[in-house]
């Protein structure tokens, strides 16, 4: 079966420890993304990667940080930086952007204490 | 500045009737339309796309309609059923990788 897997599905973290999300997909797609959602905000998109190696910053970025060393993976990274980190955060692939849809993962809930 | 817009927050619909989710953008450039619906701790699920050369795209029960000079996007769903009940989020993109997503609509489908 292909799908993104997201992992752990919830995690917990002590306010100044960074964290780091998985994201794995079999889809072959080149593109990656992470999106934050908020209540009553929507989807905010942190990062996005067009290719292997390659990477930019979506709309909220501050605090967080990315790899992407191979097509199937693409973790988040969130640093102390980051003023609220608590949230949902989901991670999307598709093919190459633009006209095809976004195949999301499962989230990971992310609790910062 | 939000560039999509679902102005209602919920819906409430009688089980067989017609759900109608509206979504409003404002950037003129957007040329791809996506409608998600999503189940709470799940990531959000395809619904439908369109084009912003069509004004209408269909699939079983679910049609999206687009109105490009009032720049406004709706998700008809007939009939609605209790498994639609869901948040439903439309979405733009302008042709690149960048898809800008609505704040949602709660659809509640009473039996």
């Known amino acids: 079966d292909g799908g993104i897997t997201q992992s752990p599905k919830y995690l917990f973290r002590k306010e100044g420890q960074n964290v780091t999300l998985s994201c794995e997909q079999n889809?072959?797609?080149?593109?990656m993304y992470w999106y934050r959602q908020d209540p009553g905000q929507g989807l905010r998109l942190i990062y996005y990667?067009?290719?292997?190696?390659?990477?930019q910053k979506g709309d909220i970025a501050e605090g967080y940080s990315v790899s992407r060393e191979k097509k199937e993976s693409f973790p988040l990274t969130v640093t102390s930086a980051q003023k609220n980190p608590t949230a949902f955060y989901l991670c999307?692939?598709?093919?190459?952007?633009?006209?095809?849809?976004?195949?999301f993962g499962n989230g990971t809930r992310l609790t910062v204490t | 500045d939000q560039q999509v817009k679902q102005n209602s927050p919920s819906l409430s619909v009688q089980e067989g009737r017609i759900s109608i989710l509206n979504c409003d953008y404002t950037?003129?450039?957007?040329?791809?339309f996506l409608w998600y619906k999503k189940y709470p701790a799940e990531g959000p699920t395809f619904l439908i796309s369109?084009?912003?050369?069509?004004d209408k795209n269909e699939d079983g029960r679910f049609t999206v309609f687009l109105n490009k000079s009032a720049k406004h996007l709706s998700l008809h769903i007939v009939p609605s059923q209790p498994g639609d009940s869901a948040v439903y989020f439309c979405?733009?993109?302008?042709?690149?990788?960048?898809?800008?997503f609505g704040t949602g609509t709660r659809l509640k489908v009473l039996a």
């Open positions: 999307a692939s598709n093919p190459q952007g633009g006209h095809s849809p976004l195949h």
């Open positions: 889809l072959n797609h080149d593109a």
């Open positions: 990667s067009q290719i292997v190696n390659d990477f």
């Open positions: 950037n003129s450039m957007f040329d791809y």
């Open positions: 369109i084009s912003s050369i069509k």
């Open positions: 979405a733009a993109s302008v042709g690149t990788y960048k898809y800008i």
